[in-house]
């Protein structure tokens, strides 16, 4: 039994169990690591961002309306220069009882994606005068395709301003993402155990991404 909740600890209870703190390390954790590369090419990065209030604005139906909403991540000229764009991070699991009626992995990839669109696309374009991307992701270490055009964009950038190929900008990218997704659903499964031991994580921007040397 879940020794918070009191349901059977299953391997999907562990992944879904709100209770405990382990699916916010795992969603801060991306919502960290994303904002980690967004600082390499983008201008004022920044973590949760307060939205401005609607003042009366018409929003489409299912907006976030609230005067304390926040989103993830925002950051400027990732699309174009001294645009800003704003970022919201979604894991699910697919076996969960939220996901039982879509019948396809694609299908809940686009299912989440759409669902942070209705509620935040159209006050971002409308208030914020920018725009917004969902990154959602899976417990099994997958991503959208919302999320992966944003990161192969970053990889780009990253390629051009620091000198990087793009195939190893955008394979670090994504396995640094995996890596940490990996690390928070087997901390979800095992729970925290022992003292931290440091690890050797060092900043992205002194890194040459291109390991292998060439002959």
Request: net charge positive; charged share 25%.
């Given at each position: 039994m879940c020794l918070v909740c009191g349901e059977p600890n299953t391997i999907n209870h562990a992944l879904i169990c709100k209770k405990g703190g382990y699916v916010s390390l795992r969603h801060n954790s991306l919502r960290d690591r994303t904002a980690e590369i967004m600082r390499i090419t983008c201008k004022d990065v920044s973590i949760e961002p307060a939205l401005l209030p609607i003042n009366g604005a018409q929003l489409p139906p299912g907006s976030n309306k609230a005067d304390n909403a926040r989103l993830d991540?925002?950051?400027?000229?990732?699309?174009?220069?001294?645009?800003?764009?704003?970022?919201?991070?979604?894991?699910?699991?697919?076996?969960?009882?939220?996901?039982?009626?879509?019948?396809?992995?694609?299908?809940?990839?686009?299912?989440?994606?759409?669902?942070?669109?209705?509620?935040?696309?159209?006050?971002?374009?409308?208030?914020?005068?920018?725009?917004?991307?969902?990154?959602?992701?899976?417990?099994?270490?997958?991503?959208?395709?919302?999320?992966?055009?944003?990161?192969?964009?970053?990889?780009?950038?990253?390629?051009?301003t620091k000198g990087q190929k793009y195939h190893d900008a955008v394979s670090y990218i994504r396995k640094r993402l995996r890596f940490d997704l990996l690390k928070t659903t087997v901390i979800s499964l095992r729970g925290y155990r022992g003292k931290p031991t440091p690890a050797f994580d060092p900043e992205i921007d002194d890194l040459d991404l291109n390991l292998i040397p060439e002959g």
């Open positions: 991540v925002a950051a400027r000229s990732v699309w174009n220069p001294l645009e800003k764009a704003f970022f919201d991070i979604r894991v699910f699991h697919a076996p969960a009882a939220s996901n039982r009626n879509l019948k396809t992995i694609p299908a809940m990839y686009l299912h989440h994606e759409n669902s942070k669109k209705r509620e935040y696309n159209g006050r971002v374009m409308q208030v914020e005068k920018g725009v917004f991307s969902p990154l959602v992701f899976s417990t099994s270490g997958g991503m959208g395709k919302e999320a992966g055009k944003v990161y192969n964009r970053i990889a780009q950038k990253m390629a051009y």
